[in-house]
């Protein structure tokens, strides 16, 4: 084992992927201080990614959160690329690329093989196995999961996962990197969708069976959690926010993972992703946007 990394040593922060979750991720390591490599497989998706950082830290300046001239110095640190090798460059690194385990695999090794020795790997997975993917590299004592919540420049909270091989000082490094990020982190072990997924998506499935079932509407659903639970969004809202096809992927996960039938996919779920109502993204799920 490589030792001596600190949140001081880490400088210059690599996120993979530029979309809804790395370009949040790429957003509050740069607003941070840090220099950000943000890499993505095509230069439009990086454009996108950009447009969106750009976009969020105009709502930051209007709120009056952070100054234009802030603004502009953290969009200064973000460094975009479609080259692996610029990742070589990293004292940290953060994959946030989409929640499949092949992308997510070939990716991993692609960074594992460009970055130093010491440097510590994460995943932004929401559920996939961190001990699975850290045995994918040769880094797996410095690999751990990182998972951010979406938004990401708004959720205080990152979920911070040690796989079997996470060692102690990665746990401690991460920690505390999260909380110089303003973050609020909640150190879990490994296990299938961890804590936030594993309590939150049965939550959601079984919403969805309601209203297939015809117990309630999605409105009248979302209404009893939002009054009588206190829930600042509805748990069919929230799918939608999140996309029906990810909650679909995660409720896969648990499948799999746990064998038990009470986290098979509501049929309902599937057939709105099989028609192509994924939420918000699509503009329509359980509800039209």
Do not use: W
Not at 243 to 270: F, Q, S
């Amino acid at each position: 084992m490589i030792c001596g990394m600190t949140t001081e040593s880490i400088q210059t922060v690599a996120v993979l992927g530029a979309g809804t979750m790395g370009n949040g991720v790429a957003h509050v390591f740069a607003r941070a201080g840090y220099e950000v490599i943000l890499r993505d497989v095509e230069q439009r998706f990086l454009d996108r990614g950009l447009e969106t950082i750009a976009k969020n830290l105009d709502r930051e300046v209007k709120k009056e959160k952070i100054t234009a001239a802030q603004k502009a110095e953290t969009l200064g640190r973000l460094k975009p690329t479609t080259e692996m090798a610029s990742v070589a460059a990293a004292d940290f690194c953060v994959e946030a690329v989409p929640e499949l385990v092949e992308l997510k695999t070939r990716v991993l090794k692609e960074a594992d093989a460009t970055l130093r020795a010491g440097v510590i790997l994460a995943s932004n997975t929401s559920s996939i196995s961190i001990t699975r993917l850290a045995a994918e590299t040769r880094r797996a004592d410095r690999f751990i999961g990182m998972h951010f919540f979406n938004p990401v420049p708004v959720m205080a909270l990152v979920e911070v996962i040690r796989g079997r091989a996470t060692s102690d000082e990665t746990f401690a490094t991460t920690m505390a990197l999260c909380e110089k990020l303003g973050k609020k982190p909640v150190g879990v072990n490994d296990a299938p969708g961890f804590v936030s997924n594993r309590v939150l998506m049965p939550m959601i499935n079984e919403a969805a069976y309601a209203v297939m079932e015809g117990v309630a509407t999605p409105e009248a659903v979302d209404a009893v959690m939002k009054l009588g639970m206190n829930h600042p969004m509805g748990p069919l809202e929230l799918a939608d926010l999140i996309g029906l096809d990810v909650c679909v992927d995660i409720m896969e996960v648990l499948h799999r993972g746990l064998g038990n039938e009470k986290y098979a996919a509501c049929p309902l779920l599937k057939q709105h992703v099989a028609a192509g109502r994924l939420g918000r993204k699509s503009g329509q799920g359980f509800y039209k946007y």
